[in-house]
Structures are given as C-alpha cells and as structure tokens.
C-alpha cells in the first residue's frame, strides 16, 4: 500500500495559517489590553485620570526597578559562579552524576541563565510593584511637627519613612539570599562546591565567592539590627490586658535597645571577617564572628531581656512603667484625636427623684433638652418599602439614615431613605429590562425623627412618586446608590422606564388616626368626605396638577426618559464596545441594536466604590448617606487617612471597633489596612446620584497623611471652602471615627497612669438590650449637654463599668459640621457610688414591671410581634431620661408601626401610646402644667360604666379598617390584585362609618344635634 503523505502547504495555507496566527495574537493582545482602556476610560469619565495613571507609573517603575535589580543580581552571581568554576572535575561519582547535567544544559547555558534570572526578576517585581503606596508615602512624606517620646524624631519618619526602609532591607535580603542559593547551585552543578568528594570540599574562588555574598548578609543584618531599634517605638504587645499596646517599656528601653545597638556592632565586625576572606581564602575566622553573632544574638538579645524583665521590673512593675505608661496614654489619644475630650462629673450619689417643686421644671426642659427621635432608622424599614416602595423593582436600604433638614423654627431630626432600583424585584426578567430598561431609582423618602402619626406610621415630609414634599425641588433620579450594583447602559436609541403615572405612596390601607380616646384625629372627617364624593382611585396622584392635561400621561400609563447627564462611560466606537463585551463578559454590548449614539454604560454605582477608586489612599466609612443638596441628591462619604506608624499609639483592629448590632456584610469598614494606629477624618467626599460625579473635599486641613496623598496625586481634593453653605449643613460627625474613639475610651479615658496600670477604672460599651452579644449603636440626636445653652445634633454613647450592668459615663460629640464646636467630646461621669441604671438594667426594669409586662403580653396577643426601637439616653437635670419606642408588627402585615413609648426616670417609669402621654406620666404633670388626665380603674366587683352605642360603633369600625388595612398589605405582598382591590372597597366602606359613628358619637355626648358647634367650643 503506497504511503500517505499531506505534502508541502500550498501558497493560500501559509497565508492562511499564518493569518489565524495573526488574529490569535491580535485577540489575546486585545484581551490584555481591554481591562487596561476600560479603567482608562472610567477614570477619564469621573476626572481623575490623574490616579490611574500615576498608580500606574508608579507599579510600572517598581516593577521594572527591582525586577531589573534582581534579575541581574542573581543572573550576575550565576554568571560569576560559572566563570569561576574549576577547569577540571575531580573523577568521582558524585561529579560524574553532575557531568549528565552539565552535558545537558551547556549547548543551552545562556537562555537557562536569562530565563531563570528573568522568572526571579518577574516574581520580585511583581512583589514590589504591590509597595507603590509605600513609595509615595516616602517620597512625598510631610512632617507631622511632633516627635516621638523616645528618640526625638518627627513622627513622620515612623510612619513614612520607616516602613519604606523596611522594604527595602527585606528585599535586599530577598537578592543575597536568592543570589547566595543561586551561586550555592551553579559551584555544585560545576565543581567549585563538593558534598562527597574527598580533598577540599570547596575551591578558592568559590569561597571567595560565596564568603562575599554572606558578607552582604550579616552587613544587612547590620542594618536591620540598627533599624530595629526604632521598630521598638512601634512594637506590640499586651500588657495590663490592654489588647494592642504599641511603643517601648522598661525592658525595651533598658535592655532590648541596648542589645541592638551591641548586636549592630557585632554584626559589622562579622561582616568584615567575611569580606576578609577575599585575601585569607579561609572560614576560620568569619565562623569564628557568625558564631559569636548568634550567641550574642540568644544571651544579649534574649536572655538578658528576660532577666531584666523577671529580677528588676516585676517585683516593681508599677513603677519601672509609669513613665512608659504615660506616654503611650498621651499618644494614644493625639493619635485619635481623643485629647481633647472634655469630662465632667454628673448626676448626684442617689437616683434622681421627681418631686412636686422640679416636676414642673423637668416636664418643661424636655423639648429644649432634646429633639426625641422616635423613629429607630434600623425599624422603620419596612414601613418605607411598604408605603413608599410603589412598586415591587424599587427598594430601600434595611437600614435608613439620620439627617436635619430646616423647618420654620429650626432644623428637623430626619429619617431619610433613597427609593432605589431592585432588578430582582423586576416582573420579567431580562437582558433589556435588567441593563437598559429599568436602569434608575427615583427619589427620596423623608420622615420627622420626632413625631409619628395616629396609627404608628411614619410622619413623611418627603413622599409620593414623582416626588412632593418639604424638600424642595431637586433632580429625583437615581442612577448611583448604595443598592445600585448592576451595570446599566443609558442615553441610547433604547428608552428608560422613568416612573408610572399616577404611582402613589400613601398608606391608602391605613387606618384612619386615632386618638388615645378612640376619636379620629381632627381633620380627617373632611378628608373622609371629600375621598368619599371623589371615590376611592388610589391611583390618582397630585403632581397631575403640575402640567397642562394634554401633555399627561393617562393614570397607570408608563413614563419613559432618556438619560441627558455626563455620568458614565460613551460607548462611541465598537472598539470601546468590544473592550466592555470582553470585560463584562457580554457578547450583546458588542452588536446590540439596543446600543447606539448617546449611549452610556455605568458600573461601579456605589458611592463607596467610586470613592475608593478615586482615592485609593483613603479608609471608606461603612455608611454612606444621601442628602438634598443644591437641588441634587448627593451621596455623603466620609474618608479616613490612618496609618500603622505612630510610636507609642495603642493599635486598633478597624473592622472588630467599628463593629455594632448594625453591622452587616454590606455596612463595612473599607480600609486599606485593617489595623492602625492613628486614624483622622481628612475627607469629606460627595457622589452625585444622577451624574456619579466624585468629589473630594479637604476637611482637616493641614493633616500630614492627607498632604502626603495630595503630593502623590495632585488636583484631586477639593478646598475646605469650596464646600457649600447647603452641603455644610448636612456633614456630620462620622459614626465608624465615633465608634473606634469609643472603643479606645473604654480604656484611655484615663489621665493617670497609675489608674491605667490598676485597670479598676476601665469602661466597656452596653451590649444592645435587644441584641445581646453585639455593641449598642452610636445615635445620632439633636440634643443639649448640660454646658450647652442650645440643642446641637451630635452623636451620643454610653458606658458601664466592666463587667457591670450600671452606668459609669455618658458621651456626645457635636455632629453638626456648622457649629464652632464641631468634633468637641464631652464625657459626663457618674458617681462612682451610685447605681444610675444602664441600658440593659433599664430594659429589665421595663420588662418586669407587671402592668408593662401585662400591657405588652396584650400587644404580642395573636401572631403579633413587638419590635423595641432605639434605646434613647439624656441627660435631664440631675439624672439621666431613658427613652424607647415600641413598634408591634401583626399577623399578616408588612411592617411595624409604633404603638407605645417606654420612658424611664430616677425611680419612675411610663409606658403610654405617644411620647407626651409618657412624659406626662413619668413627671406627674402636663406640658402646660396640667395635671395628666388619668382613668381610674375599675374596682373590684364594679361594673365598667357602659359604652355608648355610637361609640362602640366606631371603635367597631376602626378594628373593621385595620383588618381591612392587613388584608391589602398581604394582597399587595403577594400581587393579588383581586384581593387588594376587595380590600380597598372594604376599607373605604369602614372609613365612611366611621365618619358616620364619629358624628353619632359627637350627638350622644352633647345631647344635641349641633355636633359642629360644640367641637369648635371645644377646640377654643
């Protein structure tokens, strides 16, 4: 059978061939090269191109620098170790196994030396290239102008300077050992170095060599001895179970440091002996130097530590440390900024009393004391999705945000929420509707901290879809937040879903308010009527007023935009396109007809995220918050310069001291490095919702970290005065800063250091009462310090004594960015004798009191659920006012609604249906100086008087229109569109009798027909 052979390729097979070549590098050229053009392109989109580039200069030069370095350090000893090879092997079996190798490497000795000395250089450029903050922090370091306790520098040195020496000597280490492993291999592999040979083990040349390569080891060693003394100013250790104890003690400063200094010595001489064998071509006395090197290193570096530590410091330990202790004290708190914390005693050795001459008094400084926030941020969720999500693809954060916004006599405590796009919540779910269709939220959602309405739900001053409210007006759409992860494509031929006409938030299944009398809240009679003449549409909205009706859209009717802002990434060419197929891993973005002129992508939509993109330097607080500013709504970031480098100063671990019973995956700390010791809120940064423009602001002037970065990358933060007078009015006193300050407190609020040495005065923070084994939250509170002459929002905290349940300190630091006073910590300490109640002391005084208890078993009657909100501490006069929520969920509905108010004071305490019911309660007297109407109660073996039919009526009434308000809740949960609106119609029937059982009742009690006359007699 003749062969098969496929012959010589014709002409068009090269040209094929080598075209398929072509391409295939041609695409994996484009695949490294895509993710470089779309960080370019996002960069350049947000205007800070200035970063990537000089994050990308930088790695490029580390990586080419000491990947140059090494690979010519160790390609340079190899090299030279073959040079210096013996021109004959000894005939033994060892080195005829070697000769194999030799034979088989040598037609290839040049491309094994590049390679290999390339492959080290690869990995330690690669390495280096990770130090590129390291680099710029020293290039650009800025003098703090405070020196360290112990050798006098600028701590600049320490946290700039030090650590890029540091990395230096390690890599330096990393070259000479590589270098001496290299050199050790090739003077075996050729004969310079024997293992089993008899004679001389070792040739002349290799170990003049190898003896220089170990000279430059024990000379870094040298080194690293020398800087290790000042590493002692930044050492860590426990001491008096004081987790993270960093800087010198008696036994560093006495004998540690000394010993390295003594060990430096040592290490240069020995160093020398090894450099010597150059001309002695013997080990003798290099041996000779290493050895009396380590055993200095064991008996000066260790043992005599150990002996000092043992026979002088412990049987006079208080002593020998206090002035260590003292300045670890000082710096801890200048590196925190904890110093300037103001204490001051509080309270009196017995628990405050209400008496009839401060009854009055205490009553009445209740409003000018504090702005009672009743609306828990981390309860209310619920109420928000349900009565202002409007439809199932929009969604608010689990847990909303504290704000003030200006009312007529003052600023108001604001809950706010952002009404942002769920994709999960989508009916269809597809590539259109997920990344074209439904691309933005729309709005905010604002609530009055203070008050809430009749039937427990939140007081909004911001609502409904388009937006109407006392915010003003402003660009309501939201294209970045915190929910927003999923990339979108905007502007295009293909439109957007803005809102549906006609959406409303109102709760149209609430009851009606009521009175603690069972009566309805005055005005909602008329607004009974007029929804009865109107009927019952609840889909008709009040913005339809707003334009001419021939340019509205019918009720219900889809209203559809195309996006007009600069914020994300043009997709102008199908070069730009591919890149984002490729990086996105979507084929469609490459040919979608859904693409066209205009059309943009966005990614990167959180408000962190592109904070942390554009100044990667910085440490991201955990809780971004939105705010109506200049007619946008702006997402507030705060931003953290830290560093792990400042002598003496205690170090905190970033994610365990910013850690509450609020945290979760998604409200995290964002450090650059999560353990630190000195930490600074530098800045202040805003991200547009509609636009996701960047802007970062210069907040603590003149801080070192904060200059160095500036130096790094110049242009990219903001003046301090360039903040707006608007803006100002929203910055506050960042909560995770708040959190690691109070956590440090626990144990720094100390002056002494014979009291920190004792630990007898240490404080911890209260677990939450409802959520045992997590730290109660930090709030947020407009309220006045007993030194202050006027209410200030401020951030507040409280403190027990260790491993106790009563209460040593109160705690608030002025929040509000406009007041002079801003950053002031003012710490009020309680007797140390007295048994002021804590949170969870106070909670169990509560749940054991047996009317409260009583009351509260009736509210969890069923398939209810109580739900205690934010436990609210102030200082009132001589004592301290306890005050808490309580929010009840029923069977079958979507969210909670406030139903009581715990309140406590000295001895007293109140449980009543709104906050001026319990103050009444608590001090005995009214507002107006009333005394508080009270029921009596029924006696035993008495008849309760008989209810009025017509009152009975109504109260039958209003029990129909909250059954009636559960049941749309569910149906609406659930999309059953058939049940809801049966519910509907069930609640406007209840809603028209109870207007009609109101006014019955009205007749009942005056005896006669003239309802109207004897309510306005009343209301005068």
């Not at 080891?217 to 000042?230: G, M, Q």
């Not at 205690?868 to 306890?882: C, K, R």
């Amino acid at each position: 059978m003749p062969g098969f052979s496929l012959g010589r390729p014709s002409g068009g097979a090269k040209t094929l061939l080598i075209t398929a070549a072509i391409l295939a590098g041609l695409v994996i050229l484009f695949a490294m090269f895509a993710g470089f053009w779309t960080d370019w392109k996002w960069y350049q989109s947000v205007d800070f191109t200035t970063v990537f580039t000089t994050q990308l200069v930088t790695r490029i030069v580390m990586f080419a620098v000491f990947g140059l370095i090494m690979a010519l350090a160790v390609g340079l000893n190899i090299w030279l170790a073959h040079r210096l090879r013996p021109p004959l092997s000894a005939m033994s079996m060892e080195q005829q196994n070697l000769d194999r190798y030799r034979m088989s490497i040598a037609p290839y000795k040049k491309w094994v030396l590049i390679g290999v000395a390339l492959l080290i250089g690869l990995i330690a450029g690669g390495s280096a290239s990770g130090q590129w903050r390291t680099w710029l922090q020293w290039v650009n370091g800025t003098p703090f102008g405070v020196t360290d306790a112990q050798f006098g520098m600028d701590i600049s040195f320490f946290a700039f300077d030090y650590p890029f020496y540091r990395f230096l000597i390690g890599f330096g280490f990393a070259v000479v050992v590589l270098s001496l492993l290299a050199a050790g291999a090739t003077h075996y592999l050729y004969g310079g170095l024997r293992v089993t040979t008899p004679g001389n083990r070792i040739t002349p040349a290799a170990t003049g060599h190898l003896s220089v390569l170990l000279g430059l080891f024990v000379a870094l060693k040298a080194v690293a001895y020398w800087f290790d003394r000042y590493g002692l100013a930044l050492k860590s250790s426990d001491f008096r179970d004081a987790d993270g104890w960093t800087g010198l003690r008696y036994v560093d400063a006495n004998a540690y440091l000394p010993a390295r200094t003594i060990l430096t010595i040592i290490a240069i001489i020995c160093a020398v002996l090894f450099f010597a064998t150059l001309w002695r071509r013997t080990w003798q006395l290099p041996v000779i130097g290493l050895g009396l090197l380590v055993l200095s290193a064991v008996l000066i570096g260790s043992v005599y530590p150990a002996l000092v530590q043992q026979f002088q410091v412990r049987p006079n330990e208080q002593a020998m440390e206090t002035p260590y202790i003292q300045k670890h004290l000082e710096a801890t708190k200048e590196a925190y900024g904890i110093d300037r914390a103001e204490k001051q005693a509080f309270g009196r050795q017995e628990a405050g009393l209400v008496t009839d001459e401060n009854r009055e008094e205490l009553r009445d400084s209740v409003r000018t004391t504090a702005s009672i926030r009743l609306v828990d941020p981390n309860v209310i969720s619920p109420a928000f999705q349900q009565l202002q999500q409007i439809r199932g693809y929009y969604s608010f954060a689990d847990t909303l945000d504290v704000d003030r916004y200006p009312v007529a006599n003052g600023d108001q405590d604001t809950v706010i929420g952002v009404r942002e796009i769920n994709i999960d919540g989508l009916p269809d779910r597809n590539w259109i509707n997920d990344h074209f269709r439904y691309t933005h939220g729309f709005g905010v959602v604002a609530a009055r901290g203070d008050d809430i309405l009749g039937n427990g739900t939140p007081d909004f001053i911001e609502k409904e879809l388009p937006p109407e409210g006392e915010l003003g007006e402003y660009e309501p759409r939201i294209y970045f937040g915190e929910a927003t992860t999923q990339w979108s494509i905007v502007g295009g031929p293909q439109p957007e879903l803005d809102y549906i006409r006609g959406d409303s938030g109102e709760d149209e299944t609430a009851a009606p308010d009521v009175t603690e009398e069972g009566e309805l809240e005055e005005g909602t009679e008329e607004g009974l009527d007029e929804g009865a003449e109107e009927g019952t549409d609840t889909d008709a909205g009040e913005g339809e007023a707003e334009a001419p009706a021939e340019d509205m859209p019918e009720p219900g009717q889809e209203v559809d935009y195309s996006y007009t802002g600069q914020g994300g990434v043009e997709l102008s060419n199908y070069f730009t396109r591919a890149a984002y197929a490729l990086t996105m891993g979507e084929p469609q973005i490459l040919y979608s007809g859904a693409i066209g002129e205009g059309s943009r992508i966005m990614y990167r939509r959180t408000p962190t995220e592109r904070v942390e993109a554009v100044a990667p330097w910085l440490t991201i607080d955990a809780d971004p918050y939105p705010a109506v500013v200049d007619g946008r709504v702006q997402w507030i970031v705060d931003g953290y310069t830290t560093s792990n480098g400042y002598p003496y100063s205690s170090r905190t671990v970033l994610d365990q001291a910013t850690a509450t019973a609020l945290t979760d995956a998604q409200r995290q700390v964002l450090a650059q490095q999560n353990q630190i010791n000195y930490m600074r809120n530098s800045v202040k940064a805003t991200v547009d919702a509609y636009t996701g423009e960047v802007v970062l602001y210069e907040w603590e002037e003149n801080e070192p970290v904060l200059q160095t970065w500036m130096k790094a990358f110049p242009d990219t933060v903001t003046p301090r005065e360039d903040i707006s007078e608007e803006l100002l009015a929203h910055l506050r006193y960042p909560q995770d800063l708040f959190n690691v300050q109070r956590d440090l407190l626990q144990r720094y609020h100390v002056d002494s250091a014979s009291l920190f040495y004792a630990g007898g005065e240490r404080w911890e923070v209260p677990d939450d009462p409802t959520q045992p084994g997590n730290s109660v939250p930090a709030y947020y509170l407009s309220m006045r310090m007993p030194d202050q002459d006027a209410r200030t929002f401020s951030l507040t905290t409280t403190f027990n004594p260790r491993d106790r349940e009563t209460l040593a300190a109160y705690m608030a630091v002025v929040a509000d960015a406009r007041s002079d006073d801003y950053g002031t910590m003012r710490i009020l300490t309680l007797p140390n004798n007295t048994t002021t109640p804590g949170p969870q002391q106070v909670q169990s005084r509560w749940n054991a009191e047996p009317d409260i208890a009583e009351s509260i078993n009736l509210l969890q009657r069923g398939d209810s659920e109580v739900e205690y909100g934010n436990l609210l501490t102030v200082p009132l006069g001589d004592d301290l006012l306890y005050v808490e929520p309580v929010y009840v969920l029923g069977a079958g509905a979507n969210y909670p609604r406030m139903q009581r108010v715990l309140a406590s004071y000295g001895d007293e305490l109140a449980f009543e249906a709104s906050l001026d019911a319990a103050l009444d309660t608590l001090f005995g007297v009214t507002e107006t100086g009333e005394e508080p109407e009270e029921t009596p109660p029924v006696g035993e073996g008495e008849e309760p008087e008989e209810t009025p039919e017509a009152t009975a009526d109504l109260a039958g009434w209003i029990g129909e229109a909250l059954e009636a308000q559960e049941e749309a809740d569910a149906a609406l949960a659930e999309g059953d569109w058939a049940a809801y609106g049966e519910a509907q119609a069930k609640l406007a029937d209840a809603l028209q009798r109870i207007a009609e059982a109101e006014e019955a009742a009205r007749t009942e009690e005056t005896g006669d027909g003239d309802a109207d006359d004897e309510a306005e007699e009343s209301e005068e």
